[in-house]
């Protein structure tokens, strides 16, 4: 297996994986009493999603083009 397809691979998963993990994260403080500091979190927290959520793409784009089955599949 080529290597970079296999650290690619990997990248994208945990980054997956944490958009979940974010995802719980605001659920848990949106369930709870939404005063200003926990606002100020929750938007720190939606800038982080917004982020791995735009590496996903870049991730999924750079698999796409460099690893093993290509455009083609």
Known sequence: MDA????????????????????????????????ASTVRRLARIDRHYGMVAMLVIVVGAARVTWGLKGWEF
Do not use: K, P, Q
């Open 4 to 35: 970079t397809d296999l650290v690619l691979a990997i990248l994208h998963h945990l980054l997956v994986f944490s958009l979940a993990g974010i995802i719980a994260a605001e659920f848990v403080l949106v369930r709870n009493d939404m005063t």
